[in-house]
């Protein structure tokens, strides 16, 4: 094609009658062309050529040309995929147009260069659903992501909650070593100042100030000979 696409321009607008001419018939019309039904067959008959597995083997990738290729996705020999159309759409030179030029000007460029709409459609098609596939794809890892983590979360869990009852029964035996030794050690005090008292008693017959503690858990010094009686 030695012109560039966006001068093979046409205009939709009526071509205004002549002056006079009053004769002019309106052309006769064909049966109304169903646009969505004859992209709904194209769609219909477009080999699925995206298997999961294919996009499986990819990486995480953000990169839509990297889901293409490995759709096997390639463009024609024309050139003419959806994505360069969108480009001729979105172009400086048409992209204020009104809707119907823009889809003349583009459907001219694709016959002059002897591109098929519906190799662009079929395109179209094909990138949709190797995407669909790719999200399928990705969304199926995540489930199962999510299904073994949420697992592995359950034995962490399941572990924390053993060695959390595991320590809980340490600290309750430490804790219940503590009372009893404590309960033992109050028991012999009791004895232990009741033996004292008795100490106490008899010693008292002998000296004016008594050297033995009944209370206190302190020794006291030994007598002088001034305190013996």
């Known amino acids: ?70 759709a096997e996705i390639h463009p024609p020999a024309h050139g003419f995929t959806i994505l360069k159309v969108g480009e001729m759409l979105r172009s400086e030179h048409i992209r204020n147009l009104p809707k119907e030029v823009k889809r003349s000007s583009v459907l001219v460029a694709l016959e002059a260069s002897g591109a098929p709409l519906e190799d662009v459609i079929q395109d179209a098609v094909r990138r949709d659903r ?62 232990k100042q009741e033996e004292e008292q008795k100490i106490s008693d008899a010693v008292s017959y002998f000296v004016t100030v008594n050297p033995i503690t009944t209370g206190g858990s302190a020794a006291a010094p030994a007598p002088s000979a001034t305190s013996v009686k």
């Not at 503590?178 to 004895?191: G, Q, V």
């Open 1 to 70: 094609m030695s012109k560039k696409w966006y001068n093979l321009f046409v205009s939709v607008s009526p071509t205004p009658e002549e002056p006079g001419d009053n004769n002019t018939s309106p052309p006769e019309e064909g049966p109304p062309v169903n646009a969505a039904q004859a992209i709904a067959d194209i769609a219909a008959s477009t080999a699925m050529m995206t298997s999961p597995q294919a996009l499986s083997a990819l990486p995480n990738t953000t990169s839509f040309n990297e889901i293409y290729d490995a």
């Open 130 to 191: 190797a995407l669909d596939t790719f999200e399928h794809v990705q969304e199926k890892a995540l489930s199962e992501l999510e299904a073994r983590k949420t697992q592995e979360n359950q034995q962490i869990q399941a572990e924390m909650d053993r060695i959390t009852a595991e320590y809980r029964a340490r600290i309750q035996a430490n804790n219940e070593a503590i009372a009893k030794e404590r309960e033992r050690f109050l028991s012999w005090r009791t004895k």
